[in-house]
């Protein structure tokens, strides 16, 4: 991933109640060093995004992810080898992604699945992946965070094979109503990213007005996805904000209400209390 190029949105006014952006990749914004990853965190802060869940996508970026959780406590870590990097997985990757995974501050086993859109890794490849990465969840008991691009009935084919691990993060939710339900039926979880704001985005704008509360998280995946107004602008977490006002909207329910219900929804996804508690 690299960084994307050109003016930042404005930060906007702060939310009512914090919230957490449940999926972005921190490094990819161009946060490499401790002093880095607090400038975004606080200009996250500054919008009422008082956490993140940064996201791995291949070993450099986990072993980087799973070191930056432990920079700010606003910061927490999920790792895997993303679909398209698992043309090659061998023991010795498995070996040390389970390593990771045990780390604390790494709370979800992510961003895994299936990507039928790049042709990158064959789709055996990540099939055998995605069920190594299934097992890894269960076995951590951590949230099992899907990356799904053009392969709907496939991940939930392998899901239901395999025996989905108890908590499910459909990562930057992709699917219409009916694939929306289906996930719902089965305990997932859907995270929704700027692309729900797209005035084009008409089924995924009807799956986020019919999702049940406590199904429903937000993220960025910045710097990708920058929501509207400002698409095609770098993305960063504060971002979120954006998001989540126009999902209030679209939800016809009041701001400060969704900002709770998914601020306990993420603490409740991603053991964030539990880990707070602990420490």
């Not at 055998?128 to 299934?134: E, N, T, Y």
């Not at 049940?212 to 710097?223: I, M, N, R, S, W």
């Not at 929501?227 to 602008?233: I, K, L, S």
């Not at 909207?249 to 991603?270: D, G, I, K, M, W």
Request: proline letters at 6%; glycine letters at 4%.
């Amino acid at each position: 991933m690299t960084q994307r190029r050109g003016e930042r949105p404005p930060v906007p006014e702060a939310l009512p109640v914090p919230v957490v952006d449940a999926h972005t990749h921190l490094d990819a914004c161009g946060a490499d060093t401790p002093e880095q990853v607090r400038e975004v965190l606080d200009r996250a802060n500054a919008a009422g995004v008082d956490r993140v869940i940064t996201v791995a996508d291949d070993l450099a970026s986990a072993r980087w992810a799973a070191r930056a959780a432990t920079w700010d406590e606003r910061v927490f870590a999920a790792v895997a080898l993303h679909p398209t990097r698992t043309s090659t997985f061998t023991d010795a990757d498995r070996a040390e992604l389970t390593a990771l995974a045990a780390q604390p501050r790494v709370v979800a086993i992510g961003e895994t699945g299936l990507d039928y859109y790049w042709d990158y890794s064959p789709p055996a490849a990540q099939h055998d992946a995605f069920r190594w990465h299934i097992e890894l969840s269960k076995l951590s008991g951590k949230a099992l965070m899907i990356h799904d691009r053009d392969a709907h009935d496939d991940v939930l084919k392998i899901l239901d094979e395999e025996g989905a691990p108890s908590t499910v993060v459909f990562h930057c939710f992709s699917g219409d109503l009916d694939f929306a339900r289906a996930c719902v039926a089965r305990g997932y979880v859907l995270s929704f990213a700027g692309a729900v704001t797209f005035r084009n985005a008409k089924a995924l704008r009807e799956a986020a007005a019919w999702v049940p509360a406590e199904h429903l998280l937000v993220e960025t995946d910045a710097p990708f996805l920058t929501p509207h107004p400002f698409r095609g602008r770098p993305n960063e977490p504060y971002c979120a904000n954006y998001t989540l006002r126009d999902i209030a909207t679209l939800r016809h329910v009041e701001l400060a209400e969704l900002a709770s219900t998914v601020t306990r929804n993420a603490e409740r996804v991603f053991g964030l209390g539990d880990l707070v508690q602990s420490q």
